[in-house]
């Protein structure tokens, strides 16, 4: 017999080889109805795979969020079966569950277009209706290497021969005559998927994310419980689209971004009037909340980055120069070997390093808040870009605090307070916390991870916030918070950072001297309140959709003539409103009022 221990706590007993499914329809007949699948010891499981012993079990359905993940898996796997269906020349490569959907990249040498869709879709609807069995089988590598060349599915043969140990058994997932490598699970049959899905978009994507690859299709699709929550996202994404900050940007006059200047962007007076009430308001929340601030190099020797570890790590990201000036006059610059690089920091927080290490520390001086406006430079993608949210150059609102172990605690208190202020101000009141606890490959003890978590989870109790532990998430240097807030039409982001970093200082050799006359390692604590500028702009842009609050619009007051008579008059009045501190424009067009105030 195997024992089945439920969500609730209360145990039951069933026949070896007994299945989640078995467990569902011991429960109640709607429940085994609406099952897709089941966590079992905490990994998803097929519904009908047997138990392999004693476990916990719950069972998954469409309200649950594995459900729906589920749902999206399942309709890729659909979607790549109805493509090889109706274009059998095509080879399917990944097919992986996104926020609100999936995509799946396919090999194939005419192109697809939006016009395929509506064929597509309709083929996809067909293998619902079939509900074939989707049946979970194990081969081995060798097995499955050879089967699929066989079919001509030389990307699935390359994945299991690069990726899969020897001697590791391998699952398939067979719906009809057309199969897949995956890890699973999957639903009971296809017939269980909703025909709640759409195809969105079509792009190119190289094989394995590698320029030097082929470049494969990537069909996009969402799919949902219903066809309620699917129609309820389709309008999301039509009001997303108006809101969508770079129309906005060009709308309002607030920005531009050329190809000269990839991942760089060209603020207008109004954009950039914006970004300095931005700059002003929280520069006077941190100096009320004690911060000081700095201003380091942006170009570095890359013997510092080396210290730092960023050289070792993060400098394929990083845009590297010479320092070395080059001779004009010839043809060819010609660099010397001997000529050491320079790097345009992709980060603030080493420079900060110094700045603390530049005078003697005692633990009276600690914390020490230190924040800079700090303009940073990464080497993203060209494909990665897009508009104010994934920039090459970016200004954070960069803080680094400096303080004694004993201290993290009411750090951590003390930035959640000015979290909750500064984004209550711009009307972003609905956030969810994480705290990322320790990931199996980490610096430090075992003790100081102890006293960090425990530190974090006390201070986001005692601030009143209900937080999600994201077990193994933090950082390789120490725990982190992760602040995801919700804006206007029910989109999440991640904006701000909490870090803390017991590795940075002692790379650097930070120190101060204790209580007890010795050295000891300052514990750092990396904070951001809005991430950085760009990013943040673009989601206010976004959330007010153009309109915005009073305080932070780029023109507060528009002074319009109704008679040409009264155009000195209005000259006047918008000179006086200045000088009172507003911004103020006038419209003395030779058109109507009505038209001007449209």
């Known amino acids: 017999m195997i024992k089945v221990t439920l969500p609730d706590g209360s145990e039951r007993e069933y026949a070896d080889g007994a299945s989640p499914l078995d467990v569902a329809e011991s429960i109640s007949k709607s429940l085994a109805k609406k099952a897709l699948a089941a966590k079992v010891d905490g990994e998803m499981w097929d519904l009908v ?3 392999e012993g004693d476990a916990e079990v719950a069972i998954i359905t469409d309200r649950d969020p594995e459900g729906l993940e589920l ?129 969105m978009k079509l792009a ?10 082929e470049m494969l299709q990537r069909m996009y699709g969402t799919a949902w419980a219903n066809e309620k929550d699917l129609k309820a996202h389709l309008v999301r994404l039509e009001e997303a689209e108006k809101r969508d900050h770079r129309k906005l940007g060009q709308q309002l006059d607030l920005f531009h971004l050329q190809p000269e200047a990839q991942g760089s962007v060209f603020w207008h007076p109004k954009g950039f009037m914006i970004w300095r009430q931005l700059e002003a308001y929280i520069r006077r929340a941190q100096d009320e909340d004690g911060y000081v601030e700095v201003k380091t190099p942006q170009l570095l020797d890359s013997v510092f980055w080396e210290k730092s570890g960023h050289w070792d790590k993060f400098r394929e990201n990083m845009f590297v120069v010479p320092d070395f000036i080059p001779n004009t006059d010839e043809d060819e610059v010609k660099i010397p070997a001997e000529t050491s690089l320079m790097a ?24 020490i808040r230190m924040a800079e406006f700090g303009c940073c430079h ?24 400096f303080c004694r172990e004993d201290q993290i605690g009411e750090e951590t208190l003390r930035f959640l307070k000015l979290f909750s202020r500064v984004y209550n101000h711009f009307g972003l009141t609905e956030i969810s916390y994480k705290l990322a606890t320790r990931p199996d490959v980490r610096g430090g003890t075992d003790e100081n991870w102890d006293r960090a978590e425990k530190a974090l989870a006390d201070a986001l109790t005692e601030a009143g916030l209900e937080f999600e532990i994201a ?43 204790g209580s007890d006359g010795a050295k000891h390692r300052p514990v750092m604590l990396h904070r951001a ?47 006086a409103l200045r000088k009172a501190g507003l911004r103020v424009e006038t419209d003395l067009r030779n058109e109507k009022i009505n038209y001007k105030v449209r």
């Open 71 to 199: 749902i999206r898996h399942d309709a890729a796997h659909v979607l790549a079966q109805a493509v090889q269906d109706l274009y059998p020349d095509t080879q399917v490569t990944i097919g992986p569950v996104i926020d609100d959907g999936f995509y799946y990249d396919f090999a194939r040498e005419e192109p697809f277009s939006s016009d395929d869709f509506e064929k597509i879709e309709n083929k996809m609807r067909d293998i619902v209706d079939a509900d074939y069995p989707i049946v979970r089988e194990v081969w081995d590598k060798d097995e499955a290497i050879e089967t699929f060349k066989k079919i001509g599915e030389d990307y699935k043969a390359q994945i299991i021969d690069d990726i899969i140990p020897p001697g590791e058994a391998i699952t398939v997932y067979r719906q009809g005559d057309w199969f897949d490598l995956c890890r699973g699970p999957h639903l009971p049959s296809t017939g269980k998927l909703p025909k709640a899905f759409k195809l």
């Open 529 to 575: 309140v809005f991430g950085t500028f760009e990013r943040f702009m673009g989601i206010l842009i976004e959330n007010y959709a153009g309109a915005f609050p009073m305080w932070l619009s780029p023109v507060q007051v528009v002074v319009a003539a109704i008679t040409d008579a009264a155009n000195d008059y209005a000259e006047e009045a918008a000179a």
């Open 471 to 513: 077990e193994g998430e933090g950082a390789f240097y120490g725990p982190k918070l992760e602040f995801h807030l919700t804006d206007a039409i029910g989109r999440t982001w991640q904006c701000g950072t909490f870090q803390l970093d017991y590795v940075l200082p002692e790379r650097l050799d930070a120190e101060y001297t």
């Open 344 to 367: 345009l920091k992709p980060m603030n927080c080493p420079a900060h390093v110094q700045i603390f290490k530049n005078a003697q520390r005692s633990y009276r001086d600690l914390p």
């Open 204 to 213: 190119g994507a190289y094989w394995r994310g590698d320029s030097k690859n």
């Open 378 to 401: 990464r080497n993203e993608a060209h494909g990665a870009l897009h508009g104010l949210m994934r920039v090459r150059q970016m200004t954070q609102d960069d803080a680094h605090i």
């Open 49 to 51: 795979r047997p138990l």
